[in-house]
């Protein structure tokens, strides 16, 4: 058997990818819609909710961060914009300078973006450069002695370069993965971890009907987890998951694309001159691969986490068949539209798929399309329980599980109303099909969660001290790890009254996460706080009611304070009512309070985990 692919394989610099190429399909484009399953947004509650203090989310932290989104470097971005709402001015016109009205795109699609755009002008500038296309596509067809009716692909000329693709579709067969349960071993998470399709044992929803978050509890089976990676699972650890994208929005994207539907599963040659990607934390390097258009569009593209940046709509501007549509993209990639930019990527929650029905004449190449979107990266779980206990026999066979809990993300979506995030809603979706097929009867669901360990190290597993007295305050889904420390210091006799919870909730009856699952003594070590039932309090007022308990176990040997959830709202407020805490019971003015768990952070004495 030979090996053939298109033409041509020689300088990358000369290449033309068959992505630009292909000449777009006539055939209809199916349009894929789902009724949402999501749960009725709950009425608000008649009592009136404490007022929350505002927070903001960190959307760059680098002047490489900075230049990727805006397409300008810090020093361009300081010049024109203080970050102050100032560049808006921008939009003011100038004497002398000729504008004109475009007309919107009329669909719902654009009309959701928001964008207030009056007049623009004629003459633009300060167009960033089309981005550096740094991924291929190339068709591959495997040639047999008997001829083949219909093929359009050519001999490749350098038997070097057929030799190494024959050599990678080797590679590719002999590995045989199935890439609906797992991504493509390429996909590697850091070294020396690979991804491990973990059978789902089973899984229910923790959070009850009303509950303004829903929360899924699942319990993976690990009993074939490869053992040579030499770090064992961990009290307090997480492991990372490798979700994909949702199967129907990846086909919304081929689909507005016009990608043909026999290629989306073909094995295609990807080459790439630089970078990590199709990697997760892979070298800085060219790489040339087998895969599927699917498979990178499933596992390595992020298509809804990231804001639009000015190489996107760049690019989305050169494909952009309707001159309207492209004279409104490269406005907003222009100087002039630096305000209407700023007010468009901060604005609601875009996802690839709305950009692209937004602006319906405009479809790059799908290779040249990759070169400009984020990877898609792991997401990581923390660990809700001791996974060295945790051992069920089914089957005739010992199963030994871990346990993890995920909260359930949304956003505002255009469409469907909104949508869930890539891991969460992929876990969703997961245990709601287990469920359903076991309600058809089927008693163990063949359904998987791909996954790797790597971070039995985090801070909360790292600081874990089996004697000292520990305090472990959480709030939702944070809540999650220390139930596992729970249940290891309940096995010890002498540590049973060393071990106390404060766990924040909004309403016990709909969403106490893993209430009567902490052991023998839970009613003795566990204090659950409630913000919309009873007396109405958040888990910092709690922190500041058990102001002796916080002073005493700090200050004891080996005593250790945890801090697990998000950090908006419930991190900053367990902050300020520590940093009282050691104001009233230390005597302290408030830059000293600040300072003593500081230094108690430091020789991990008080650890935090927020996200």
Same mark, same amino acid.
């Given at each position: 058997?030979?090996?053939?692919?298109?033409?041509?394989?020689?300088?990358?610099?000369?290449?033309?990818?068959?992505?630009?190429?292909?000449?777009?399909? $006539?055939?209809?484009?199916?349009?894929?819609?789902?009724?949402?399953?999501?749960?009725?947004?709950?009425?608000?509650?008649?009592?009136?909710?404490?007022?929350?203090?505002?927070?903001?989310?960190?959307?760059?932290?680098?002047?490489?961060?900075?230049?990727?989104?805006?397409?300008?470097?810090?020093?361009?971005?300081?010049?024109?914009?203080?970050?102050?709402?100032?560049?808006?001015?921008?939009?003011?016109?100038?004497?002398?300078?000729?504008?004109?009205?475009?007309?919107?795109?009329?669909?719902?699609?654009?009309?959701? =973006?928001?964008?207030?755009?009056?007049?623009?002008?004629?003459? =633009?500038?300060?167009?960033?450069?089309?981005?550096?296309?740094?991924?291929?596509?190339?068709?591959?067809?495997?040639?047999?002695?008997?001829?083949?009716?219909?093929?359009?692909?050519?001999?490749? +000329?350098?038997?070097?370069?057929?030799?190494?693709?024959?050599?990678?579709?080797?590679?590719?067969?002999?590995?045989?993965?199935?890439?609906?349960?797992?991504?493509?071993?390429?996909?590697?998470?850091?070294?020396?971890?690979?991804?491990?399709?973990?059978?789902?044992?089973?899984?229910?929803?923790?959070?009850?009907?009303?509950?303004?978050?829903?929360?899924?509890?699942?319990? =993976?089976?690990?009993?074939?987890?490869?053992?040579?990676?030499?770090?064992?699972?961990?009290?307090?650890?997480?492991?990372?998951?490798?979700?994909?994208?949702?199967?129907?929005?990846?086909?919304?994207?081929?689909?507005?694309?016009?990608?043909?539907?026999?290629?989306?599963?073909?094995?295609?040659?990807?080459?790439?001159?630089?970078?990590?990607?199709?990697?997760?934390?892979?070298?800085?390097?060219?790489?040339?691969?087998?895969?599927?258009?699917?498979?990178?569009?499933?596992?390595?593209?992020?298509?809804?986490?990231?804001?639009?940046?000015?190489?996107?709509?760049?690019?989305?501007?050169?494909?952009?068949?309707?001159?309207?549509?492209?004279?409104?993209?490269?406005?907003?990639?222009?100087? +002039?539209?630096?305000?209407?930019?700023?007010?468009?990527?901060?604005?609601?929650?875009?996802?690839?798929?709305?950009?692209?029905?937004?602006?319906?004449?405009?479809?790059?190449?799908?290779?040249? =399309?990759?070169?400009?979107?984020?990877?898609?990266?792991?997401?990581?779980?923390?660990?809700?329980?001791?996974?060295?206990?945790?051992?069920?026999?089914?089957?005739?066979?010992?199963?030994?599980?871990?346990?993890?809990?995920?909260?359930?993300?949304?956003?505002?979506?255009?469409?469907?109303?909104?949508?869930?995030?890539?891991?969460?809603?992929?876990?969703?979706?997961?245990?709601?099909?287990?469920?359903?097929?076991?309600?058809?009867?089927?008693?163990?669901?063949?359904?998987? $969660?791909?996954?790797?360990?790597?971070?039995?190290?985090?801070?909360?597993?790292? +600081?874990?001290?089996?004697?000292?007295?520990?305090?472990?305050?959480?709030?939702?889904?944070? $809540?999650?790890?220390?139930?596992?420390?729970?249940?290891?210091?309940?096995?010890?006799?002498?540590?049973?009254?060393?071990?106390?919870?404060?766990?924040?909730?909004?309403?016990?009856?709909?969403?106490?996460?893993?209430?009567? +699952?902490?052991?023998?003594?839970?009613?003795?070590?566990?204090?659950?706080?409630?913000?919309?039932?009873?007396?109405?309090?958040?888990?910092?007022?709690?922190?500041?009611?058990?102001?002796?308990?916080?002073?005493?176990?700090?200050?004891?040997?080996?005593?250790?304070?945890?801090?697990?959830?998000?950090?908006?709202?419930?991190?900053?407020?367990?902050?300020?009512?520590?940093?009282?805490?050691?104001?009233?019971?230390?005597?302290?003015?408030?830059?000293?309070?600040?300072?003593?768990?500081?230094?108690?952070?430091?020789?991990?004495?008080?650890?935090?985990?927020?996200?």
């Amino acid at each position: 058997m030979s090996v053939s692919v298109e033409p041509s394989v020689g300088a990358m610099s000369g290449y033309v990818s068959e992505e630009e190429t292909r000449t777009p399909s $006539i055939a209809p484009s199916l349009t894929y819609s789902e009724d949402s399953e999501d749960q009725e947004e709950p009425q608000p509650p008649e009592v009136t909710p404490r007022k929350r203090r505002a927070s903001t989310r960190l959307i760059a932290q680098s002047p490489a961060d900075v230049q990727r989104i805006t397409g300008e470097s810090t020093q361009q971005l300081l010049n024109r914009c203080c970050g102050g709402g100032c560049c808006m001015d921008l939009q003011k016109k100038e004497e002398g300078v000729e504008y004109e009205r475009v007309p919107y795109p009329d669909n719902d699609a654009f009309r959701s =973006l928001g964008l207030e755009i009056d007049e623009i002008p004629t003459v =633009l500038t300060k167009i960033p450069d089309l981005p550096e296309q740094i991924t291929f596509l190339q068709s591959i067809r495997q040639v047999s002695n008997s001829s083949s009716p219909v093929d359009s692909a050519v001999s490749v +000329e350098s038997p070097a370069s057929s030799a190494s693709i024959e050599a990678s579709l080797k590679t590719l067969s002999l590995e045989d993965l199935d890439t609906s349960i797992q991504p493509p071993s390429f996909v590697q998470p850091h070294a020396p971890y690979h991804v491990f399709a973990a059978k789902i044992h089973n899984t229910r929803e923790l959070t009850k009907p009303g509950a303004e978050k829903r929360t899924y509890h699942f319990d =993976l089976d690990i009993t074939d987890y490869p053992h040579e990676e030499g770090v064992d699972f961990k009290v307090g650890g997480a492991i990372g998951v490798s979700a994909p994208n949702d199967t129907a929005a990846v086909n919304q994207i081929f689909d507005l694309l016009l990608v043909p539907r026999f290629l989306r599963d073909k094995p295609v040659l990807l080459r790439t001159t630089r970078g990590r990607w199709p990697t997760v934390w892979g070298e800085d390097e060219a790489r040339e691969l087998v895969t599927t258009r699917r498979d990178l569009l499933t596992w390595c593209t992020d298509i809804q986490s990231y804001p639009p940046t000015k190489t996107l709509l760049r690019l989305l501007a050169e494909y952009a068949i309707d001159p309207y549509e492209k004279k409104m993209l490269m406005f907003l990639c222009s100087g +002039e539209g630096q305000g209407a930019f700023c007010d468009f990527r901060t604005g609601p929650h875009i996802s690839l798929a709305q950009i692209l029905s937004a602006f319906p004449s405009a479809k790059p190449p799908l290779d040249k =399309l990759f070169s400009v979107l984020q990877q898609l990266m792991p997401r990581f779980y923390s660990l809700s329980n001791d996974p060295h206990e945790s051992y069920e026999i089914r089957d005739g066979k010992q199963h030994r599980l871990i346990e993890i809990a995920v909260t359930v993300q949304e956003t505002p979506d255009w469409r469907a109303g909104c949508r869930t995030g890539v891991g969460s809603g992929f876990f969703e979706r997961q245990s709601r099909k287990y469920v359903e097929l076991q309600k058809a009867g089927e008693s163990a669901p063949q359904l998987y $969660i791909p996954m790797f360990k790597g971070l039995m190290a985090n801070p909360l597993a790292k +600081e874990f001290v089996s004697d000292g007295p520990m305090l472990l305050i959480g709030a939702g889904v944070g $809540i999650a790890p220390f139930r596992g420390f729970v249940q290891h210091r309940l096995k010890n006799a002498n540590c049973a009254n060393k071990v106390w919870v404060l766990q924040g909730i909004r309403d016990s009856l709909v969403d106490e996460l893993y209430g009567g +699952e902490w052991g023998v003594h839970e009613d003795r070590v566990k204090k659950v706080v409630q913000s919309r039932r009873g007396e109405s309090r958040y888990v910092q007022d709690e922190v500041l009611h058990q102001a002796d308990l916080v002073w005493s176990i700090v200050n004891s040997v080996d005593g250790r304070v945890f801090v697990c959830g998000s950090s908006q709202g419930m991190g900053e407020g367990v902050e300020a009512a520590l940093v009282k805490v050691a104001m009233k019971k230390g005597n302290l003015e408030h830059d000293e309070a600040q300072n003593f768990w500081d230094l108690k952070k430091e020789v991990g004495q008080y650890i935090t985990e927020t996200w």
